[in-house]
């Protein structure tokens, strides 16, 4: 059975940085793309960074130069650290994955950011 589970969100002030984690179990982790989405309230779910399975990333939108997305395929765990947070990165962050052919969610972490 598939589990991603994720950790790491809370409470930051701006200017502040997050270290979110994501453990995934239930399959061959280091064969399978991994990624960060986030949902804030009242907008759609969006893409925050892609890796591949061997450690190439992509980041999208706003998050360029303050996020980084990795991975450690020996511990099956995926990261997103998160620097120079902004009051609009507050969201529930997910880990995403399609191993097998079907998507799989975490069950996402709230990420707040404010003074």
């Known amino acids: 059975q598939v589990q991603l589970v994720e950790h790491g969100g809370g409470l930051a002030q701006p200017g502040g940085s997050l270290r979110l984690s994501c453990a995934a179990s239930?399959?061959?982790?280091?064969?399978?793309?991994m990624s960060w989405y986030r949902q804030a309230p009242g907008n759609e779910r969006e893409l925050v960074a892609t890796?591949?399975?061997?450690?190439?990333?992509t980041h999208y939108n706003s998050v360029k130069g303050r996020f980084t997305i990795s991975r450690d395929n020996v511990k099956n765990m995926l990261y997103l650290q998160m620097n120079s947070l902004k009051p609009e990165d507050t969201a529930v962050y997910y880990c995403?994955?399609?191993?097998?052919?079907?998507?799989?969610w975490g069950q996402g972490t709230q990420v707040t950011v404010s003074s």
């Open positions: 239930g399959f061959t982790f280091s064969n399978y793309a």
């Open positions: 995403y994955a399609v191993p097998h052919g079907v998507g799989s």
């Open positions: 890796i591949s399975n061997d450690g190439g990333s």
